[in-house]
Structures are given as C-alpha cells and as structure tokens.
T-cell receptor
Framework: GAVVSQHPSWVICKSGTSVKIECRSL??????MFWYRQFPKQSLMLMAT?????????EQGVEKDKFLINHASLTLSTLTVTSAHPEDSSFYIC?????????FGDGTRLSIL | GDSVTQMEGPVTLSEEAFLTINCTYT??????LFWYVQYPGEGLQLLLK?????DKGSNKGFEATYRKETTSFHLEKGSVQVSDSAVYFC????????????FGTGTSLTVIP
C-alpha cells in the first residue's frame, strides 16, 4: 500500500541549530501534505498545510519564519525548524494525500538541548 | 467548524475486558471518520475507518459504527489484550475543508494481565 516516509526519526541537536525534516510519499503523488506537532500525552495539532508548488498555509499561532515548509515536488515536503530552542522539542508528524485517503509518516522526535 | 470530542483517559482495563472509547464529532459536510492508534514512540497507524453513515469499520477485533443521527463513532473491542495498550485517536476528514484531519485529544489505554 501507499507509504509515507519521514526522516529523520529522531534528532538531538544544540540550541540555535536549524533542523530539516523530510516527508516523502513513496508510491503516490502527494498533492497536499500536512505537518502536525504533538506534545507529550496530547493530540496532534495541525501546524500547516502545503500544496505542491505553492506556499504553505499556516494555522493560527504557528510562526511562519520559525517553521519553514517547502513542497517543491509531488513526492517531497520539508519542514525546517530554524534556530531551534528547547521549547521546540516535540514530536513532528507529516501526512500526505493525493486525494483520499491520507497517509501518515512515523514521526520525528526532535530534542533540542 | 469541524471538531472531534473524545472520551478522556487514561483507561486501565484487565485483559479480556470489554473496551469502549467514546467519540462524537461536529462537521459541516459529510466527513469520513477514523480511529488511529499510536504505540509508544511511534507514529500513527490507521486502525479502522468509515466513510459514510451506518458504515462499520473493523480491524484486529476493534469495531466502530458511523452513526449520523448521534454524530458518533465509538470504538469497541470485546476482549482486549495487553498488546492493545496504546493511545487511540478519533479523527475526521472533511472534503469541505480540503481533506484536513481533525483529531480528538487521544485516549490512553493500558491493559494489565
């Protein structure tokens, strides 16, 4: 079946570093990709929606300059956490769809020291 | 707007007990409904889904019926196992909002031997 690959699965880095997370659709064309953030023991919160070839639409309260999203092709979207700080530590999950259904990646656990 | 309200946890059950996790929704259109499961440290896995009223989704002994009259999609399992311990998320996807997912807050289930 359709698979979404998210990389890396876990990253630890120093405060001030920028971190890039990739989300790839492996066997379908993802016209839309979503990025979620999940705090410990909480639900997923949608951060932004990206359509291939256009700018991402960010949810209220999500800093566009902090969380850069690029969806340059139908199989790849990237989320870059710029100048990450400890409060950015979280579990980030992407999902992709070419219509229906939506497929989720396995998530990236980001820890900022 | 669209939303999902899910029974709060945590839920602790003995092995072979009956499980019900309540989920109700609000949607402007005719959404598809989902249950996802998240094991510790992992991403979301689709457990089951239903795309229209009166549909029953089932998988691994879990069931949920799409009830339009009560706007509900309760998750049930007749006999839980220790391996069912995880966090369960109810979600809806609405074409009217570009297939965006709306998640419930999640219910943590622990099954003890």
């Amino acid at each position: 079946g359709a698979v979404v690959s998210q990389h890396p699965s876990w990253v630890i880095c120093k405060s001030g570093t920028s971190v890039k997370i990739e989300c790839r659709s492996l066997d379908f064309q993802a016209t839309t990709m979503f990025w979620y953030r999940q705090f410990p023991k909480q639900s997923l919160m949608l951060m932004a929606t990206s359509n291939e070839g256009s700018k991402a639409t960010y949810e209220q309260g999500v800093e566009k300059d902090k969380f850069l999203i690029n969806h340059a092709s139908l199989t790849l979207s990237t989320l870059t956490v710029t100048s990450a700080h400890p409060e950015d530590s979280s579990f980030y999950i992407c999902s992709a769809t070419g219509g229906q259904p939506q497929h989720f990646g396995d998530g990236t656990r980001l820890s900022i020291l | 707007g669209d939303s999902v309200t899910q029974m709060e946890g945590p839920v602790t059950l003995s092995e072979e007990a009956f499980l019900t996790i309540n989920c109700t929704y609000t949607a402007t259109g005719y959404p598809s409904l989902f249950w996802y499961v998240q094991y510790p440290g992992e991403g979301l896995q689709l457990l089951l889904k239903a795309t229209k009223a009166d549909d029953k989704g089932s998988n691994k002994g879990f069931e949920a019926t799409y009830r339009k009259e009560t706007t509900s999609f309760h998750l049930e399992k007749g006999s839980v196992q220790v391996s069912d311990s995880a966090v369960y998320f109810c979600a809806l996807s609405d074409r009217n909002t570009g297939n965006q997912f709306y998640f419930g807050t999640g219910t943590s289930l622990t099954v003890i031997p």
